[in-house]
Protein backbone atom coordinates (compact mmCIF):
# COMPACT_ATOMS: atom_id res chain seq x y z
CA UNK A 1 0.00 0.00 0.00
CA UNK A 2 3.01 2.03 -0.90
CA UNK A 3 3.98 2.56 2.68
CA UNK A 4 0.59 2.71 4.13
CA UNK A 5 -0.82 -0.16 6.58
CA UNK A 6 -3.27 -2.46 6.01
CA UNK A 7 -4.55 -3.92 9.56
CA UNK A 8 -5.28 -7.15 9.67
CA UNK A 9 -7.57 -8.69 13.01
CA UNK A 10 -8.03 -11.87 14.05
CA UNK A 11 -11.22 -11.60 16.65
CA UNK A 12 -10.46 -14.72 19.09
CA UNK A 13 -8.57 -16.66 16.92
CA UNK A 14 -8.59 -20.49 17.98
CA UNK A 15 -6.13 -22.33 15.64
CA UNK A 16 -2.43 -21.16 16.43
CA UNK A 17 -0.96 -22.51 13.11
CA UNK A 18 -3.74 -20.17 11.24
CA UNK A 19 -2.58 -16.93 13.34
CA UNK A 20 1.28 -18.54 12.67
CA UNK A 21 0.14 -18.26 8.47
CA UNK A 22 -1.38 -14.51 9.14
CA UNK A 23 1.48 -13.47 10.74
CA UNK A 24 3.78 -14.34 8.31
CA UNK A 25 1.86 -12.87 5.71
CA UNK A 26 1.58 -9.82 7.51
CA UNK A 27 5.21 -9.90 7.85
CA UNK A 28 5.75 -10.07 4.02
CA UNK A 29 2.82 -7.33 3.32
CA UNK A 30 4.10 -4.85 6.02
CA UNK A 31 0.79 -5.11 7.46
CA UNK A 32 -0.13 -4.98 11.38
CA UNK A 33 -1.83 -8.02 12.99
CA UNK A 34 -4.15 -7.26 15.65
CA UNK A 35 -5.02 -10.33 18.04
CA UNK A 36 -8.26 -9.34 19.74
CA UNK A 37 -9.83 -11.37 22.73
CA UNK A 38 -9.26 -14.40 24.22
CA UNK A 39 -6.77 -16.62 22.12
CA UNK A 40 -7.36 -20.13 21.96
CA UNK A 41 -3.61 -20.69 22.48
CA UNK A 42 -0.14 -19.45 23.08
CA UNK A 43 1.30 -17.04 21.25
CA UNK A 44 4.62 -19.52 22.32
CA UNK A 45 2.91 -22.74 21.48
CA UNK A 46 5.32 -24.32 18.88
CA UNK A 47 2.68 -24.73 16.57
CA UNK A 48 2.25 -20.99 16.05
CA UNK A 49 6.13 -19.88 16.25
CA UNK A 50 6.85 -22.98 13.52
CA UNK A 51 4.10 -21.57 11.21
CA UNK A 52 5.05 -18.05 11.15
CA UNK A 53 8.85 -19.27 10.97
CA UNK A 54 11.17 -16.76 11.41
CA UNK A 55 8.83 -13.80 10.37
CA UNK A 56 7.77 -13.12 14.08
CA UNK A 57 10.17 -10.47 13.87
CA UNK A 58 9.18 -8.55 10.81
CA UNK A 59 5.47 -8.34 12.04
CA UNK A 60 3.67 -5.94 14.48
CA UNK A 61 1.78 -7.74 16.58
CA UNK A 62 -1.11 -5.91 19.04
CA UNK A 63 -2.97 -7.77 21.43
CA UNK A 64 -6.28 -5.83 22.22
CA UNK A 65 -8.28 -7.04 25.18
CA UNK A 66 -11.48 -6.32 23.38
CA UNK A 67 -12.95 -5.04 20.21
CA UNK A 68 -14.89 -2.36 21.49
CA UNK A 69 -11.06 -1.03 22.70
CA UNK A 70 -10.23 -1.24 18.89
CA UNK A 71 -13.12 0.63 17.35
CA UNK A 72 -12.34 3.29 20.03
CA UNK A 73 -9.16 3.81 19.57
CA UNK A 74 -9.62 4.24 15.67
CA UNK A 75 -12.67 5.72 15.37
CA UNK A 76 -12.12 7.37 11.62
CA UNK A 77 -10.84 4.19 10.19
CA UNK A 78 -12.56 1.77 7.93
CA UNK A 79 -13.32 -1.44 9.50
CA UNK A 80 -14.99 -4.13 6.81
CA UNK A 81 -15.81 -7.53 8.41
CA UNK A 82 -15.51 -11.03 6.39
CA UNK A 83 -17.92 -13.56 7.23
CA UNK A 84 -19.98 -16.25 4.88
CA UNK A 85 -23.44 -14.01 5.83
CA UNK A 86 -22.71 -10.87 4.29
CA UNK A 87 -24.29 -10.20 0.58
CA UNK A 88 -21.62 -7.70 -0.67
CA UNK A 89 -18.16 -8.95 -1.57
CA UNK A 90 -14.66 -7.96 -0.76
CA UNK A 91 -13.98 -6.95 -4.02
CA UNK A 92 -16.51 -4.15 -3.68
CA UNK A 93 -14.07 -2.51 -0.94
CA UNK A 94 -11.83 0.44 -2.15
CA UNK A 95 -9.10 -0.57 -0.06
CA UNK A 96 -7.36 3.19 1.82
CA UNK A 97 -4.73 3.62 4.33
CA UNK A 98 -4.94 2.49 7.51
CA UNK A 99 -8.17 -0.21 6.68
CA UNK A 100 -9.21 -2.51 8.97
CA UNK A 101 -10.35 -6.03 7.86
CA UNK A 102 -11.81 -7.75 10.33
CA UNK A 103 -11.91 -11.79 10.67
CA UNK A 104 -13.85 -14.15 13.07
CA UNK A 105 -12.49 -17.42 14.79
CA UNK A 106 -12.38 -20.20 12.84
CA UNK A 107 -15.26 -21.99 14.03
CA UNK A 108 -18.09 -19.84 14.61
CA UNK A 109 -17.25 -16.77 13.04
CA UNK A 110 -17.97 -13.18 14.03
CA UNK A 111 -20.45 -11.90 16.23
CA UNK A 112 -23.68 -10.92 14.98
CA UNK A 113 -23.35 -7.17 15.44
CA UNK A 114 -20.46 -7.17 12.80
CA UNK A 115 -22.16 -10.12 10.66
CA UNK A 116 -24.94 -7.52 10.33
CA UNK A 117 -22.99 -3.93 9.91
CA UNK A 118 -22.95 -2.48 6.51
CA UNK A 119 -19.01 -2.91 5.95
CA UNK A 120 -19.89 -6.75 6.42
CA UNK A 121 -18.24 -8.36 3.18
CA UNK A 122 -17.99 -12.44 1.97
CA UNK A 123 -15.72 -14.07 -0.48
CA UNK A 124 -17.67 -15.91 -2.97
CA UNK A 125 -17.94 -19.92 -2.85
CA UNK A 126 -19.71 -22.72 -4.02
CA UNK A 127 -23.31 -22.90 -2.46
CA UNK A 128 -23.59 -25.57 0.49
CA UNK A 129 -19.91 -25.36 1.44
CA UNK A 130 -19.46 -23.91 5.27
CA UNK A 131 -16.14 -21.51 4.93
CA UNK A 132 -12.61 -20.74 3.71
CA UNK A 133 -9.71 -22.15 5.97
CA UNK A 134 -8.99 -18.52 8.01
CA UNK A 135 -5.74 -18.12 6.63
CA UNK A 136 -6.78 -18.43 3.28
CA UNK A 137 -9.28 -16.11 3.84
CA UNK A 138 -6.68 -13.25 5.04
CA UNK A 139 -4.32 -13.91 2.41
CA UNK A 140 -7.43 -13.28 0.07
CA UNK A 141 -8.82 -10.15 0.87
CA UNK A 142 -5.27 -8.42 2.13
CA UNK A 143 -3.89 -8.68 -1.57
CA UNK A 144 -6.63 -7.39 -3.49
CA UNK A 145 -5.24 -4.95 -1.36
CA UNK A 146 -2.16 -4.79 -2.06
CA UNK A 147 -3.36 -5.50 -5.82
CA UNK A 148 -5.25 -2.07 -5.62
CA UNK A 149 -2.80 0.07 -3.98
CA UNK A 150 0.98 -1.91 -4.14
CA UNK A 151 2.90 -2.81 -0.80
Do not use: H
Amino acid sequence: MKGSKLNVVLYEPEIPQNTGNIARLCACIGADLYLIGKLGFSLSDKYTKRAGLDYWDSVNIQRIPTMDELLEANKDANFYYLTTKAKKLYTEIEFKEGDFIVFGPETRGLPDKYVKDENARTIPMKEGQRSLNLSNSVAIVAYEAVRQNGI
